[in-house]
């Protein structure tokens, strides 16, 4: 067993894809002649597809056949797909890259857990995919967030113990899943949402070298 690994969050950690997850509902939202905010949007964070389309038809009080589901939840992604299409590593969120080199350097275990069924070719077209020793994401998973399941597979495949593990989050449900997991949660964000993590930092550009220095020993 390696001593400690690391594991990212995608969306809100490492990239925000979330904007254009919003727009992707809203434009659902819109076609079946309801609203979606920014506000709603918040409730969608680390959530899987099947459970933010729920949400989404809840919040419109649209009521859909298993043929209009599965249809609506294709539709939502192949939107999604288009949004991202031009996404390249400008959109990396600030001092992502840093810490993710200064963890490599010192030959320490990198994974991905993220709910996301698009996550690998997320992070080969902003250029970050080599990172990473494992990736677990919606492909793999049967449980959504803030079931740990996501965070405990990434830590048997780093081959490092879950309470060696450090995770990033920037979603309550993130955080709940590393939680249980028993695993050091860093929430990413608001620290007010996220107060239930373990640490709490604005974005990376506050997460100084001593700092992971003294997570790694
Ligand atoms: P997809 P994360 C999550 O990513 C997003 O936060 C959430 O809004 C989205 O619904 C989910 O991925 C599924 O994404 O439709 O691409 O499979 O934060 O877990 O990296
Ligand atoms: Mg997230």
Known sequence: MKQTGFIFDL?????????????????????????????????????????????????????????????????????????????DASEILPDVPKVLKYLKDKNIPIALGSASKNAQPILEKVDLLSYFDVIVDGNNVTKAKPDPEVFLMAAEQLGVKPEKCIVFEDAVAGIEAANAAKMISIGIGDAEILAAAKYNFSDFTQIDVSFLNTLIS
């Open 11 to 87: 969306d809100g950690v490492i990239v925000d894809t979330a904007k254009y997850h919003y727009l992707a509902w809203k434009k659902l939202a819109n076609e079946l002649g309801f609203e979606f905010t920014h506000e709603q949007n918040e409730l969608f964070k680390g959530v899987s597809r099947k459970r933010c389309l729920e949400i989404l038809l809840e919040i419109g009080k649209v009521k859909a056949t298993q043929i209009q589901f599965d249809q609506w939840m294709i539709e939502k992604n192949e939107d999604y797909l288009e949004y991202i299409k031009h996404m």
